[in-house]
Nanobody
């Protein structure tokens, strides 16, 4: 079983940047596809980005494409989400998730989740 812990959230002004990290422990991190999701107050959890086990394939929600970059370092058992040009609508709790096989965009397909980290973008 893989345990996931997010970090790097905080308060940032619109237009600013943040980098989130998701540290994994437990079984072989490199065998898992990973994803980032977010949930704003009163809204459903939504897909942000996903990455294959090797890092060779990445996927993004249209709302973050060109602004966010997902990456992973399997030697450090860590996944990252570099967020730039942040907007107020990016405010949410951000979660990392893991699953076997290929990355997908549906939250229901990820059995492993971190506890989340808050990102707040002010105007």
């Amino acid at each position: 079983q893989v345990q996931l812990v997010e970090s790097g959230g905080g308060l940032v002004q619109a237009g600013g940047s943040l980098r989130l990290s998701c540290a994994a422990s437990g079984r072989i991190f490199s065998s898992y596809a990973m994803g980032w999701f977010r949930q704003a107050p009163g809204k459903e959890r939504e897909f942000v980005a996903a990455i294959s086990w090797s890092g060779g394939s990445t996927y993004y929600a249209e709302s973050v494409k060109g602004r966010f970059t997902i990456s992973r370092d399997n030697t450090k058992n860590t996944m990252y989400l570099q967020m730039s040009s942040l907007k107020r609508e990016d405010t949410a709790v951000y979660y990392c998730a893991a699953r076997s096989y290929v990355p997908v965009t549906s939250a229901n397909e990820y059995p492993l989740w971190g506890q989340g980290t808050q990102v707040t973008v002010s105007s």
